[in-house]
Nanobody
């Protein structure tokens, strides 16, 4: 089975930086788009950033200019570099990937990693 495992979350001061990683493992043929989502307490899950297999990024307006998404296809890993963090960025961050196994392409989710920005 396919697994997506996030890492890099933790506690950071306002204005600080943090780098999240998400690595895919298991049996699969290829990975298409990858992305990051987040869910804050009392809020719906929202898209943060996505990136294609050709390294074309998309960002939500709330993070544009502060966050950078990247990927290493050889390592099956997607990253999210977060800078100028504020308490509003506090959330559980989830990675997502569309993965091809044989002729089936479907979406997979990681378990999530907590990011807390202190007041």
């Amino acid at each position: 089975q396919v697994q997506l495992v996030e890492s890099g979350g933790g506690l950071v001061q306002p204005g600080g930086s943090l780098r999240l990683s998400c690595a895919a493992s298991g049996r699969f043929d290829s990975i298409s788009g990858m992305g990051w989502y987040r869910q804050a307490p009392g809020k719906q899950r929202e898209l943060v950033a996505t990136i294609t297999s050709g390294n074309k990024p998309y960002y939500a307006d709330s993070v544009k200019g502060r966050f950078t998404i990247s990927r290493d296809n050889a390592q099956n890993t997607v990253y999210l570099q977060m800078t100028s963090l504020s308490p509003e960025d506090t959330a559980v961050y989830y990675c997502n990937a569309y993965i091809l196994i044989g002729s089936v392409l479907r979406s997979y989710w990681g378990q999530g990693t907590q990011v807390t920005v202190s007041s």
